[in-house]
């Protein structure tokens, strides 16, 4: 367990991403199988305990501490279990720390009623980082930053083997991964899983730069703006997976029920909106599906979802992954007319003569739903991940504001020493500034160095780690759409905003307004 | 007569050198030798009565006499005698060890008027030895950058680097400008310190696997800029809760502190048992609420001008 919580504080205080899966990595490494396959699950968020909820904790706080001295430690720290890991008192010093594999043995077999008393024992046995650990362990939050995709990077970069390989069966294994150990340690041959439906890694897409491809070698169709999903069904079974390779089967129940295929295929998760006339809404109505626990018949109905298929990576049990894209589309037809249409359909083909005219089909696109465009290889198979070459994104062109810096952070990592996060806002009608967006990306190296000593040469006042600066420098934002947004003060928000120039030229009084923006709202 | 005025005043008695106690501009000052030439130090031509430990005088019916209270060099608490009752004044304290200052000594006495800068039960310090051990670990994993390390000026940086030397670190340590003459006084006081040296206008690749002690204030300051891929710590009883640690960017945490932790405040008061006990600054509530948990008679007072926090 020590090992365990030496790692937790580790990544807690890494910023570098890097570092966090050498950390990781060297963990996975030097620690034996069960500890390790346990410490995996819980990185990558497959760890469940049932028996332990927060309420346990903060009763087994009230039980031994006064309340009020709790109470205002808890307050200070602001984390139940960081607080009740100081407060808790040293015990003993040569107890017998328990390894990780107890501790998830004796949470799991004991019944909710008893689980405070075998948590308070386990906290006897271990020191404040060890009790830290413990108790974020048993609770499932372990809040470090860590992805389940970085915890698979680390696992491939401590064994040396590929995250794609990693991925291909992840979703079939269970923790503590004393199989997946096995194979990273060359002891055994990478796991087969048995019949069952689980995540396939998506292939994606390099933006199209300014480039230009050839039609004869690729298709184009649209990139529509909802949700990758991949859905996986055995016929017994169907799961849906999003991008990440996170279930999200509970979440669109209607999807799951209605397909009556088998196989896997590749889509994009969609609401139709009214306003469309039934067609594609904008990523914003879809946000109105997401994050909910409960998906009552009211909800399905206002926000119904389908899913428009590009591709197929199984159909029944033949993996068709390693054939040219224009054979797949070709099978993926075959199979979605078999589907229920008013939940599933194709992501049509663009015809165009040529690129150029692709071109000005994509600038005449003014579909809510549509990002862009995408370019795939006729010839290319389904591939894991990111290929050189293979597809393209080719997103509708960006939308740019001028608008003027108001507040800087500093960054993390090898940025922590620079002021390199910007909040800028636009002008209201009155002539003050109301921030529209947040952008930490877009600038070289030398417009950063620049950009540092513009805050602190102009500063005005200082909010714990933010800093005001004078409204005088305008910065030109790029962003992909702009929308309605209850949250801000200005009432709009933008996806994706990047500084797209430091247009040190142009006095702030002449930066956009908030009308300017949302004439932009599409 | 004042202890520890934040504003200046015709008589004052000065329990140690930090800014927060130590103030420029007394008419007349009381103090150990060792303070009086920190203050002479930071505020130029101070002078004043150097009170040695156990030594001290008397005004106007009053014994005072300063002892040692561990907090840093020349630390003292000051110790009032009137009518056959006693009243110490801790100043800021520790029990912990401290190569760098006098032990702490127990005074006995009627009224203890005692700090409570981490009088919060989460603050235990872990032993020194154990975050030392954690420093040279990661300075070891990381021989291609260097380790910066906040620490105040005065105190803190000083223990930090003893502590080195006494975990068998012998290599040049580089320090910032403002730390210098801190350093070369404590030397002079008989703290041997080891080779320092000034880190600015050094080249990036002469502080590899090197570490490097900055004021708090320029770890996020160009001035860090110059330095190999650092990993930043912070020596500070802050350091043990996670949050705080992470809002200042730190990333190496070291929980090293010159005050009382949770237990010595209250251990303290166990041992001396005073009949009343005044808690001044830090969290007067917690410790006044253990008072009343523990039978002790206490009130918190609170001191005008003392809304900030203490260095840790
Ligand atoms: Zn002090
Ligand atoms: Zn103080």
Redesign the pocket.
């Given at each position: 367990m020590q090992a365990f919580a030496a790692l937790i504080d580790g990544l807690i205080y890494t910023r570098s991403r890097d570092h966090k899966v050498r950390l990781i990595a060297e963990y996975l490494r030097d620690t034996p199988d069960p500890d390790r396959g346990w410490a995996l699950a819980a990185l990558a968020g497959t760890l469940r305990i049932a028996t332990v909820k927060s309420a346990a904790i903060r009763a087994m706080a009230e039980e031994r501490f006064d309340p009020m001295l709790f109470r205002m430690s808890r307050d200070y720290v602001g984390d139940t279990a960081e607080t009740v890991a100081l407060m808790w008192p040293d015990v003993s010093t040569d107890a017998m720390a328990p390894t990780v594999a107890e501790v998830i043995d004796l949470l799991n077999t004991t019944s909710r009623a008893r689980a405070p008393n075998v948590l308070a024992e386990l906290m006897d046995r271990l020191d404040a980082n060890g009790r830290y650990a413990l108790l974020k362990l048993a609770t499932g939050g372990m809040r470090v930053g860590i992805s389940a995709r970085l915890a698979k990077t680390a696992f491939g970069q401590a064994f040396g083997v590929s995250v794609d390989d990693i991925e291909e069966v992840w979703h079939a294994l269970r923790p503590p991964y004393a199989e997946l150990f096995a194979w990273g340690e060359g002891k055994s041959e990478r796991p087969d899983p048995a019949d069952s439906a689980f995540f396939r890694p998506f292939m994606l897409a390099h933006p199209l730069e300014d480039g230009s491809v050839d039609l004869e070698d690729f298709a184009a169709e649209w990139k529509w703006d909802g949700i990758r999903i991949q859905i996986a069904s055995t016929g017994g079974e169907t799961r849906l997976f999003s991008r990440g390779g996170d279930e999200v089967t509970a979440a669109f129940p209607e999807i799951a029920a209605a397909f009556n295929g088998i196989g896997v295929v590749d889509g994009e998760l969609l609401v139709r909106g009214e306003v469309q006339g039934g067609e594609a809404a904008s990523f914003n109505a879809l946000q109105q599906r997401l994050g909910r626990k409960n998906v009552t018949a009211a909800i399905q109905a206002e926000y119904p979802v389908f899913v428009r298929l590009y591709d197929i990576l199984f159909d029944g049990a033949e993996d068709l992954r390693s054939q040219p894209w224009s054979a797949r589309r070709e099978r993926l037809e075959c199979f979605a007319a078999s589907l229920d249409t008013v939940r599933f359909d194709l992501s049509a083909i663009i015809e165009a003569r040529d690129f150029d005219h692709l071109a000005e089909i994509r600038a005449a696109a003014r579909a809510a739903a549509i990002e862009g465009v995408m370019l795939k290889r006729r010839d290319a198979p389904y591939l894991a991940g990111r290929k050189v070459g293979l597809w393209y994104k080719w997103k509708r062109e960006p939308l740019v504001a001028d608008c003027v810096m108001m507040y800087a952070q500093r960054g993390s990592g090898k940025r922590s020493s620079f002021y390199s996060d910007y909040t800028f806002g636009c002008w209201t009608p009155d002539g003050t500034l109301l921030p529209v967006g947040k952008a930490y990306s877009g600038f070289s190296d030398a417009e950063l160095k620049w950009l540092d000593r513009f805050v602190r040469d102009n500063t005005v006042a200082r909010f714990g780690p933010v800093r005001e600066v004078e409204k005088s420098l305008v910065l030109e934002v790029a962003f992909d759409a702009v929308h309605e947004s209850k949250r801000h003060k200005s009432g709009i928000a933008m996806r994706f905003p990047r500084i797209s120039r430091l247009r040190r030229d142009k006095p702030a009084e002449e930066a956009d307004s908030i009308a300017n923006l949302r004439a932009m709202i599409g | 007569m004042w202890i520890?005025p934040s504003r200046p005043v015709e008589r004052a008695l000065v329990?140690?050198g930090?800014a927060?106690?130590a103030r420029s501009g007394h008419k007349a000052v009381w103090a150990t030798p060792e303070t009086l030439a920190i203050m002479a130090l930071r505020y130029g031509t101070e002078t004043g009565t150097p009170m040695p430990y156990g030594d001290g005088f008397e005004a106007g019916g009053v014994k005072i006499s300063f002892h040692p209270a561990g907090?840093v060099l020349g630390s003292a608490q000051i110790l009032l005698e009137y009518a056959g009752e006693r009243v110490i004044v801790t100043?800021?304290y520790k029990r912990r060890f401290d190569s760098t200052c006098a032990a702490f000594e127990p005074v006995p006495c009627d009224v203890l008027i005692t700090?409570a800068?981490f009088g919060l039960p989460v603050f235990t310090h872990p032993p020194i030895e154990d975050e030392i051990a954690k420093l040279l670990a990661a300075r070891e994993a990381n021989v291609d950058g260097c380790i910066l390390i906040g620490a105040y000026a005065l105190g803190k940086a000083q223990r930090v680097i003893a502590e080195l030397r006494r975990a068998g670190y012998d290599a040049p340590i580089y320090i910032h400008g403002a730390m210098q003459k801190m350093c070369d006084l404590y030397a002079a006081h008989n703290v041997p310190l080891g080779e320092l040296i000034l880190a600015t206008g050094l080249a990036k690749a002469e502080m590899k696997g090197g570490i490097v002690i900055a004021p708090p204030s320029a770890m996020n300051d160009r001035w860090a800029q110059r330095l190999p891929d650092p990993i930043t710590a912070m020596a500070s009883g802050w350091m043990r809760v996670r949050q705080r640690a992470r809002q200042r960017n730190v990333e190496l945490p070291l929980v090293i502190s010159d005050?009382a932790d949770w237990n010595e405040l209250t251990d303290t008061l166990l041992e001396l048992r005073p009949s009343e006990t005044w808690i001044t600054?830090g969290r007067t509530d917690a410790l006044g609420r253990w008072c009343e948990l523990h039978q002790l008679k206490a009130r918190a007072l609170d001191l005008v001008g003392?809304e900030e926090e203490?260095?840790g």
């Open positions: - | 520890d329990t140690h930090h927060d106690h907090h100043g800021d700090e800068t005050h600054h003392r203490d260095e």
